[in-house]
C-alpha cells in the first residue's frame, strides 16, 4: 500500500470513528485523542461513565496501534514469592502469613535459586521476585537473594522489590534509599515491579491498608528508583471501594510523575480478587466489561507510558486476549509459580506453557509476540507469523476477531493446533 493510501486509509478510519464518537457523545474527546492532546480529569469520568464502551475501545485501540502496531509483548519470565510473611494486614490481601501459621513460608537464597535452576532448560529472560513486609528479615537476605538468583542464571535480568518492600529494605538498612539501590544494583536488581501502589487515595489508604506506605510516600520512592536509573512499572488495584474520580486521581499522579521522571515502563491495572481477604464482603471484584474499560481509559489518559499491561493471570486469557483490541498492547508472560491472586481465588492456570500461549494470542490475529526482557524489548519472537495476515490491527476496529487467515478447514486446524505444540519457539536475539 502507498503512503497516500495508507493514509487515506488512516483518515477514513478516523472518520469513521470520529461519527461514532459523535453518536456517544464523546465527539470532543475524540478529537483531542487524534490531535494528540491530554485528557483532562474531567474526559476521564466521562470515559469511565460512557456506555459506549465499543466506542471507547475504539479510542484506546487507536492509540494502541499508532504505538505498536500489530505488537504485543509477551514474556517468558518466571515469578518468585520469596516469602508470605507480611505485617501490614492489607485488606484485600490473601496471601499474607505471619510465621508460624499454617501456610507461612520464606525461601532462603538457595531455594530461590533452585526454582530458577529448575528451569534453566526454558527460555526464562526474567524474574518477578516480590513478597510480604517482614521487620525481622536482615539486609543481607535481599542481597544475598539477588546474589543467588544472578548466580544461578547469570543472563537473568531481575525485577524485584516493589516500592512497600524499597521502603522496608530501606529501614533495615538503615541508610538512604540512594545507597541502597545503588547496593541492590550491585547484587543484581536490573528494574522494579510496579505492586504496592494500591490506590493513593488517603480514604481508600486508612480503609484498606493503613500499615503500609501511602500513596505520596509510593510515589515519591519510585521517583527515586527512576533517579537512580532504574525503571519500574506502576499498577493501580481496582474492582473494590475505590470510586471513579479516587481512580482518576491516581491515573493522574503516576501521569504527573512520568512527566518527571519518564520511569515508568508499563502500567498494569490489578483486577480485584474477593476470596480469602476481608474486602471480599464489599465487592465481588470487577466484571470482564469493568476490565476492558479500565484498560481502555489507562491507554487515554495515561499518554506518556507506553505500555498496557493485560495481566492474564488475573483477567483470564480470554479477557486478556479481548483486551488487546481495547488498547492493551503487553500481556505479561509466562509466569510458571504464582501465589498472591491463587490465594485470592484466581482460577488461571499457574503457568502458561509457551506453546499454550502464543497460539492463544495468535489466534486473535496478533503477528508478532515480541519479549520483553526486564523491561527492555530484545527479543522478538515471529512464531507462526506466516501463518496469519493482518487482520486485526492493520484494518483498524472493530476487530475482526479476530480469524487467522490460514488454515481455514478442521482437519488442517487441528493439524496446526498440533504442530504449535511440537515446534519449539524460534527466537531472534538482539542483545
Ligand atoms: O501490590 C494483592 C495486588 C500486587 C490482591 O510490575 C491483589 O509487571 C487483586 O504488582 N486481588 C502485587 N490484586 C502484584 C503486582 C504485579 C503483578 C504482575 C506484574 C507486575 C509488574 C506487578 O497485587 C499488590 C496488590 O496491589 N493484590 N492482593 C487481590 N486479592
Not at 119 to 147: F, S
Not at 250 to 274: A, C, M, V, W
Not at 300 to 310: A, E, G, P, T
Not at 399 to 418: E, F, G, N, V
Request: aromatic residues 8%.
Amino acid at each position: 500500500m502507498s503512503a497516500v493510501q495508507t493514509l487515506e486509509r488512516n483518515s477514513e478510519l478516523e472518520a469513521g470513528i470520529l461519527a461514532r464518537a459523535k453518536a456517544a457523545g464523546l465527539e470532543a474527546i475524540a478529537e483531542k485523542v487524534f490531535a494528540e492532546e491530554r485528557l483532562s480529569i474531567e474526559d476521564g469520568r466521562a470515559l469511565y461513565a460512557t456506555p459506549h464502551l465499543h466506542v471507547l475501545g475504539e479510542l484506546a485501540n487507536w492509540v494502541r496501534e499508532k504505538h505498536h502496531g500489530d505488537r504485543t509483548y509477551f514474556n517468558v519470565n518466571q515469578h518468585i514469592n520469596y516469602t508470605n510473611y507480611c505485617n501490614k494486614f492489607c485488606k484485600f490481601c490473601s496471601f499474607d502469613r505471619l510465621p508460624g501459621q499454617e501456610g507461612g513460608y520464606q525461601f532462603s537464597p538457595e531455594e530461590a535459586a533452585t526454582k530458577i535452576r529448575e528451569h534453566l532448560e526454558d527460555p526464562v529472560t526474567e524474574v518477578h521476585m516480590v513478597g510480604g513486609v517482614w521487620p525481622k528479615i536482615p539486609y543481607q537476605y535481599y542481597l544475598d537473594l539477588l546474589r543467588a538468583v544472578k548466580a544461578a542464571k547469570p543472563s537473568i535480568h531481575i525485577k524485584a522489590f516493589t516500592m512497600v518492600e524499597l521502603d522496608q529494605i530501606q529501614k533495615v538498612a538503615g541508610k538512604p534509599m540512594s545507597e541502597v539501590l545503588a547496593d541492590l544494583v550491585e547484587a543484581g536488581l536490573g528494574s522494579c515491579p510496579g505492586g504496592g501502589a494500591e490506590v493513593f487515595a488517603a480514604r481508600i489508604h486508612e480503609e484498606g491498608y493503613k500499615l503500609k506506605i501511602n500513596g505520596d510516600e509510593w510515589l515519591d520512592i519510585a521517583r527515586q528508583v527512576h533517579n537512580a536509573g532504574l525503571r519500574s512499572n506502576c499498577t493501580m488495584l481496582h474492582g473494590h471501594v475505590e470510586t471513579v474520580d479516587e481512580k482518576l486521581d491516581h491515573l493522574n499522579k503516576l501521569r504527573l510523575l512520568q512527566d518527571e521522571t519518564g520511569g515508568f515502563q508499563t502500567y498494569i491495572p490489578l483486577s480485584f480478587h474477593p476470596e480469602n481477604n476481608e474486602w471480599g464482603e464489599l465487592s465481588p471484584g470487577p466484571t470482564a466489561l469493568d476490565e476492558l474499560r479500565e484498560i481502555a481509559v489507562a491507554r487515554l489518559m495515561l499518554d506518556n507510558i507506553d505500555h498496557i499491561k493485560s495481566y492474564w493471570i488475573l483477567m483470564e486469557l480470554a479477557i486478556a486476549q479481548t483486551s488487546l483490541s481495547f488498547g492493551a498492547d503487553d500481556v505479561d508472560g509466562t509466569v510458571v509459580e504464582e501465589r498472591i491472586y491463587h490465594d485470592a481465588g484466581a482460577t488461571t492456570p499457574q503457568e502458561t506453557a509457551r506453546a499454550d500461549t502464543a497460539p492463544n494470542f495468535l489466534s486473535i490475529g496478533v503477528l508478532r509476540v515480541s519479549e520483553l526482557r526486564g523491561l527492555r524489548w530484545v527479543c522478538t519472537l515471529r512464531t507462526l507469523s506466516r501463518s496469519f495476515r493482518t487482520s486485526r490491527l492493520s484494518r483498524g476496529y472493530p476487530p475482526r476477531i479476530c480469524r487467522p487467515s490460514w488454515p481455514t478447514s478442521r482437519p488442517l486446524r487441528s493439524a496446526w493446533a498440533r504442530s504449535c505444540r511440537a515446534r519449539p519457539w524460534r527466537w531472534r536475539t538482539n542483545s
